[in-house]
């Protein structure tokens, strides 16, 4: 309950409740769920910990995540829907960013996609452009659940990508106003070349037919897919603001330049390092980086800017030393 409601607004309640209608009203606001946590949630900026500790519960959201009494605040009108990315699933993908955001004050929304069940522990393998349709589905479900005209977004690897499909052709550029992409796959990656040895050696098809089988995704992530060759005629739509949080030592989208957009005014590109020469996160490190994540808040209210820290963080096992207050 905000800190607003002192005595005064008690005796208010009193003299109120022989009014019916007006004792209604005061238990809709009684009871209503303000957005900001009641407790400030622990943040794991350790990536590898975190994934490690919620392994075995794919389908359970992370902290802070899918309290569908959730209502958002005149301040961060846009509920946030966290969207992971390939192999992983939205429980050990958030364990930094959904509590963060919690505690931040923001109704925070997270899901399975692309998985053979919406319960298997390996998500975001499925074709891309069905996964989409699920992130629709989704996004409909929190706009009715929360009565917001629009959500934000925020993506790491293929959830990062994967809703610029959603935007463009499923119907969510008149849904989404921002999209935050942690070290996504813009343009795909070379696996630091793997796919175009793979190419030069003519073996592509015997390696990619096989890989489809089990992960479509991935196929279709490679830079030069058919896929991305789609998306990309047409990178952003006005309306929506994308921002990309990218790392240099980004070792899963190579090179890690293909992971920004075209320069727009509505689209801000970032290197992590070009604020903090000390950060050494990599591509999994990034969704749980304090330094990305304070880029995550200021590019979802750039009204209120928190102070982006610069502190040694290593791949994979994060900052050393404590992280200061975002």
Request: with cysteine; aromatic share 6%.
């Amino acid at each position: 309950m905000p800190s607003s409601y002192g005595p005064h607004w008690l005796r208010r309640i009193a003299r109120a409740a022989a009014v019916p209608a007006a004792a209604a009203v005061v238990l809709a606001a009684v009871t209503a769920v303000p957005a900001r946590a009641a407790a400030q949630l622990p943040v794991n900026y350790d990536f590898i910990a975190g994934a490690t500790a919620t392994a075995l519960a794919p389908d359970t959201p992370p902290p802070g995540a899918d309290n569908w009494s959730c209502r958002p605040s005149a301040a961060h009108p846009d509920p946030v829907i966290l969207v992971h990315g390939t192999l992983a699933n939205m429980d050990d993908n958030w364990q930094a960013a959904s509590p963060l955001l919690a505690n931040s004050g923001y109704c925070v929304y997270a899901f399975n996609y692309g998985g053979a069940t919406p319960t298997s522990l390996i998500q975001g393998t499925g074709d891309i452009a069905a996964s989409a349709a699920q992130l629709a589905a989704f996004v409909d479900t929190v706009l009715a659940s929360t009565g917001a005209a629009k959500v934000d977004l925020v993506g790491h690897s293929q959830g990062g990508m994967m809703p610029r499909y959603y935007i463009d052709d499923l119907g969510g550029a008149a849904k989404v106003n921002d999209l935050v992409a942690l070290a996504p796959s813009n343009y795909g990656t070379t696996l630091d070349g793997l796919t175009k040895l793979v190419t030069l050696l003519g073996v592509a098809g015997q390696v990619n037919g096989p890989l489809s089988s089990v992960c479509a995704a991935c196929v279709e992530q490679e830079q030069g897919s058919a896929f991305l060759a789609g998306l990309n005629a047409v990178p952003t739509v006005a309306g929506v603001r994308y921002t990309v949080i990218e790392t240099a030592d980004d070792e899963v989208v190579t090179p890690y330049r293909n992971a920004f957009l075209p320069a727009a005014v509505n689209v801000t590109n970032i290197t992590v390092q070009h604020q903090c020469a000390l950060d050494g996160s990599d591509h999994l490190e990034i969704a749980a980086d304090p330094v990305a994540l304070a880029d995550m808040l200021n590019a979802l209210d750039p009204a209120a800017p928190v102070t982006v820290p610069c502190l040694v963080v290593l791949p994979l096992t994060g900052p050393v030393g404590p992280v200061p207050s975002l």
